[in-house]
Nanobody, 125 residues
Framework: QLQLVESGGGLVQPGGSLRLSCAAS????????IGWFRQAPGKEREGVSC????????NYADSVRGRFTISRDNAKNTVYLQMHSLKPEDTAIYYC??????????????????WGQGTQVTVST
């Protein structure tokens, strides 16, 4: 069974950092682009970042560029989202998603086939 599991969320103060992990089971991530998405209360889900199979194509939303870093460790079958300088507006449920594609990654959630259950990130004093 193909499964993605996010972890690493939690409560952090503004300016703090968190690292989210997206671990795959039942399949190897080597052949999948991975996207991170988030959904804040009362808002639509939005793309945060994505990374291609080799890591050669990486994209960030303007709202997180310079603060978030996406990376992947195919040997560990895991993708990470390192988040620094967190702001209250980063509060959301964060999801990772996978699609079998090569050389590029997309910020369009409709292109992704497999989704995790999400992990809550709360930035607050």
């Amino acid at each position: 069974q193909l499964q993605l599991v996010e972890s690493g969320g939690g409560l952090v103060q503004p300016g703090g950092s968190l690292r989210l992990s997206c671990a795959a089971s039942g399949f190897t991530l080597d052949y999948y682009a991975i996207g991170w998405f988030r959904q804040a209360p009362g808002k639509e889900r939005e793309g945060v970042s994505c990374i291609s199979t080799s890591g050669g194509d990486i994209n960030y939303a303007d709202s997180v560029r310079g603060r978030f870093t996406i990376s992947r460790d195919n040997a560990k079958n895991t993708v990470y989202l390192q988040m620094h300088s967190l702001k209250p507006e980063d509060t959301a449920i964060y999801y990772c998603a996978a699609v079998q594609t090569y050389y590029y990654c997309s910020g369009d959630e409709d292109e992704y086939d497999y989704w995790g259950q999400g992990t809550q990130v709360t930035v607050s004093t």
